[in-house]
């Protein structure tokens, strides 16, 4: 049964909502009243990567405040545009781990499928920022090419769904993914790492859910919330909706300067994850992509505040603090 409070989440609303993000720098100052206050990377230079941000996100931030951490997630500071040693286009080497077009594998196991370059939302500190998408494309012609990669692997048992993000494709192209993905038998899991039930909370449609629930894959949904002001009760609706539809909920974050880096924020974030029922993964340090040096936490802030994360919540409340070491066989646990 697909509870009735989705049943105005129609395919219209949400596509709707994405082309009616804002996507001027100045536009979203303007709807804070914070016109002049903070300073934008120049026009030229953000071309690349262009302010996008969903109504209903601008809707959850503060009135006035130029440091409220979901504008500083979203706002192209003039900071993006300086040059910093060890920042790279590339930080964690994806290139090296294209393994057919749109799939890369660095873990045992687990293949990593690229769907889209496309996202609701475009944040500032993105590692992916850089990535040649329209050159790696699962779906775009080689769809083929890709199950049968995945067909002839029998050591992958799980598909991970990623971008861009992947709730970004409309729900007919999901669905017939997800419908030839079901087709490999060796597959156990789907894992989905999206930030659309946080950023637009109206894609959750019912005919998403629908197929969520036809799979035989279990279904894993990992969503990409850095503070707890971003999970409002629209939010906590579509998570309780996708949990309904027997879809496991884990959250990732990535530590953020001036945006979640107190102990006060992440408590709050474990605490709001657990009031909506969704298990706190993975504390990110910043991977080193060329323009986000200026949200990077050192390690040894980092580490302390996961020790006091861990006097102050439940074990099973506090994250993995974890970076991503080019070349390594999984996720480098910090601490
Ligand atoms: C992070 C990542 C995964 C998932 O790692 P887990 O530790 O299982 O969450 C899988 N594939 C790639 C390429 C990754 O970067
Ligand atoms: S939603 Fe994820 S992939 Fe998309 S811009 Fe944000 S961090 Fe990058």
């Excluded at 100045?26 to 990567?49: M, N, P, T, V, Y």
């Excluded at 992958?156 to 038998?185: C, F, M, R, Y």
């Amino acid at each position: 049964m697909i509870p009735q409070t989705t049943s105005l989440k129609t395919k219209q609303n949400w596509q709707h909502a994405l082309a009616n993000a804002i996507n001027s720098a100045d536009e979203l100052l303007a709807l804070l009243g914070l016109s002049g206050q903070l300073a934008a990377i120049d026009k030229a230079q953000i071309r690349q990567f262009p302010v996008r941000v969903p109504r209903s996100y601008i809707k959850k931030m503060r009135y006035g405040d130029a440091s409220d951490p979901l504008l500083r997630q979203v706002f192209p500071l003039i900071d993006e545009g300086f040059r910093v040693d060890g920042y790279k286009a590339d930080p964690v080497g994806d290139h090296l781990a294209i393994k057919s077009p749109g799939i890369l594998q660095k873990y045992q196991g687990r293949a990593l499928l690229l769907m889209t370059g496309a996202c609701a939302i475009h944040c500032r500190y993105c590692f992916r920022r850089h990535f040649p998408y329209s050159e790696s494309n699962p779906l775009a012609g080689q769809w083929q090419q890709s199950l049968d990669a995945l067909n002839a692997d029998k050591s992958i048992t799980e598909v991970i769904l990623s971008g861009g993000d992947p709730l970004s494709l409309n729900d007919e192209k999901l669905a017939n993914a997800i419908e030839d993905l079901n087709q490999i038998t060796h597959l156990k899991r789907l894992r989905i790492h999206t930030r659309l039930p946080v950023v637009l909370p109206e894609r959750i449609t019912e005919s998403l859910l629908n197929y969520l629930q036809n799979t035989h894959l279990k279904v894993v949904m990992v969503i990409h919330a850095n503070h707890a002001n971003e999970i409002d009760e629209e939010a906590a609706q579509v998570l309780s909706d996708l949990r309904q539809a027997g879809v496991q909920l884990l959250n990732q974050t990535v530590l953020l300067k001036g945006i979640n880096d107190s102990v006060d924020a992440l408590v709050g974030l474990s605490e709001r994850l657990n009031e909506v029922d969704v298990q706190p993964y993975y504390l990110h340090l910043l991977d080193k992509v060329a323009g986000a040096h200026h949200f990077d936490v050192e390690e040894e802030l980092a580490v302390s505040l996961i020790e006091n994360l861990r006097q102050q919540l439940p074990g099973y409340l506090v994250p993995r603090l974890v970076r991503e070491l080019q070349g390594e066989a999984s996720k480098t646990v910090i601490s």
